[in-house]
């Protein structure tokens, strides 16, 4: 059976490392630049989107297992951090720390539940109990229901500096993406990451080596629902909104389409997902519902044509690793 | 009129016929989804999508050819099969080999597509669809009003899914579709051609999805969204009762739809939480499902 992630056959060469290296400095200059290029807000919510679709690939690409209610995380982070920053007049950095935490938590509790099954059904439950605290948003007084949360402040970080410049916002963003990308890569590197690899490969024998795999999962589950929520915290200041759309579940397919279309299991794909698709619908829009079919066709594109998504068939073909 | 709990027997009644309508539903959607599941091994996520394209199918049919609702009760179904085993042929067989993402992938797109296409000629407003005459009117059973069509819809979909268990468990045919799912290649080397199996299994549960669909026109509106938001509660009845059996999933199915129904009575708040609730419950009490026999 061809798994979600292929495993490498080769041993990894000196070229490997250096691959990584190189795309990650071409990664840098090229967020560092693009600013002066195009507009900083669409970089800023691409950036969020892409730290989402990297913490949602962490789950599905190095632990194989697929969460279909990443929404609820990355939602939830962003009601609270809204929230946080506009009635309680949190800071901004306190703002995103209260809307990760909230993710975390919330990520702890859906994780405990469905670690208890695995495939198939592990992404029913992860769906079920996003559309349950869907439910909640659209009941909850605070979250303001169909109109979200609007006007958010995006304040003074650390009490100084004036994030309404667009230019300061996005030195942010970018820091916050950075370091969310690199903690991913250090996690997926780790020892940790090498038993989370195992239990992709083979979960029994992984328990057969002594391996508590369910605590591994559950830390997997809750790392990554928590990197969620840092970007969702994030884009609810950086666009000063928190609404239904983050939470619903055609968010959490945009995110697994976002990843599916760059690369599962690759560390730049996510990255890459997340810019393409976004930049689609910011051109698409004009043609209103289309989107949806088009979404939907570049899906069965990519399972019946491109399992490797775009950075996982470049990869491929250059014979590196990305 | 006489009150239990303090609620009027109207009411509770009243909803309690809604819980057994949708609990229809849930169990005639998520038979099929069993069924394929057994089959294909590929959770259906575009089972929705085909329950409202039974319903569109009906709505169309009426509109173009005239044709009302009983007509359209069969050749909805029929139209949305083939369809089904269009996608099977076109897709799916290519998905066997893989890990079972890939399925679930693969129709969750197909559901997109379906919706889209539906959104942008028909709006995502519902059109209505009216009972047909037969069936218009009701009984006063004293304690409470039945309408005509709300009984029958129970009733239909009882018949449908305790004849799909029949089929499954008792017949001959039902047994070399359980030897399939047990061995395929098994059943292979005794001659049977598994493969056409498959795609004719797919059809048949796609079109169970649109005969639901059909059923639920005149009750809903007709809309592209209908199937949606039913299908993520409907795969929460399935971890609720494990696809291991098909009497299992229409008992869940029903008895959630009874369970929502009172807590419509009881906890208004909680009526579109509940099911995921019980969900969770389960999940850390029988971690396997109600029926479910394996992880």
Redo the contacts between chains.
Sequence with gaps: ????VESPAKKPSALRTQSETIAFVVMVAALVIAPFFTYPLFLMQAMCFALFACAFNLL?GYVGL?S?GHALYFGWASYLSAHSAKVWGLSPELAILTGTATAAICGLIAGS??I??????F???T???A??MY??A??AKFTGGEDGIQGVPRGNLFGLIDLRNEMTMYAVVLAIFLCGFMFIYRIIHSPFGEVLKAIRENEPRAISLGYKTDRYKLAAFVLSATLAGVAGATKAIVLQLASLTDVN?PMS?EV?LMT?VGGLGTIFGPLVGAFVILLMQFKLAPI?????????????A???LF?RGIIGELANKLRVRL | MFEIFGIPSQALFGQLLIGLINGSFYALLSLGLAVIFGMLNIINFSHGAQYMMGAFAAYLILQYFGLGYWPALIIAPIIVGITGIIIERLFLQWLYKLDHLYGLLLTFGLALIFEGVARNYFGSAGLPYTVPESLQGGQNLGFMFLPNYRAWVIAASLTVCIATWFVIERTRLGAYLRAATENPTLVRAFGINVSRMITLTYGFGVALAAFAGVMAAPIYNVSPQMGSELIIVVFAVVVIGGMGSILGAIVTGFGLGVIEGLTKVFFPEASNTVIFVIMAIVLLVRPAGLFGRRG
């Design positions: 059976m061809e798994r979600v599905i697929l279909f539940l469905a208890r099954r695995q495939g198939i059904y992404a029913m439950i769906l079920a109990l559309q349950m439910f909640f659209l009941q579940w397919g697994v599916l209103g519902e289309w989107v949806l079919v088009i979404q939907g066709s570049i899906f069965v990519c399972v019946l399992r």
